[in-house]
């Protein structure tokens, strides 16, 4: 099965925020130390949110060439970007991807 390593990302992006947040908040790691430790942290929080941001394009470039072969496929014209940006259709595709994440938390669970 092929799955965006979006949980991990996040994941380890929350993981480095902490260990920061607990090296500055610390009283018994000297000022020196911290300058010297921060830095690392902040260059790979940094690197976790631009991996991020790389899986959100890559997703959103996958949906947007499925939309637009569904729209070249059917000869709708723009029927499926229409309907993926309006109310309705944002209200579908939260539906469907929380009914399908349930789904398959149930399923792969047993």
Request: without cysteine; aromatic residues 14%; hydrophobic residues 55%.
């Amino acid at each position: 099965m092929i799955r965006a390593p979006l949980f991990e990302s996040v994941s380890t992006l929350l993981h480095y925020a902490r260990k920061s947040a607990q090296v500055i908040a610390s009283k018994h790691i000297s000022d020196h130390w911290k300058e010297k430790v921060l830095p690392a942290y902040s260059q790979k929080v940094f690197l976790q949110s631009l991996r991020l941001f790389l899986i959100f394009v890559v997703l959103f470039a996958i949906l947007l060439a499925i939309a637009v072969g569904l729209d070249f496929l059917f000869l709708s014209g723009t029927a499926t970007l229409d309907f993926l940006s309006s109310w309705p259709g944002i209200l579908y595709a939260t539906l469907v991807s929380v009914s399908y994440y349930y789904a398959r938390s149930r399923l792969v669970a047993k």
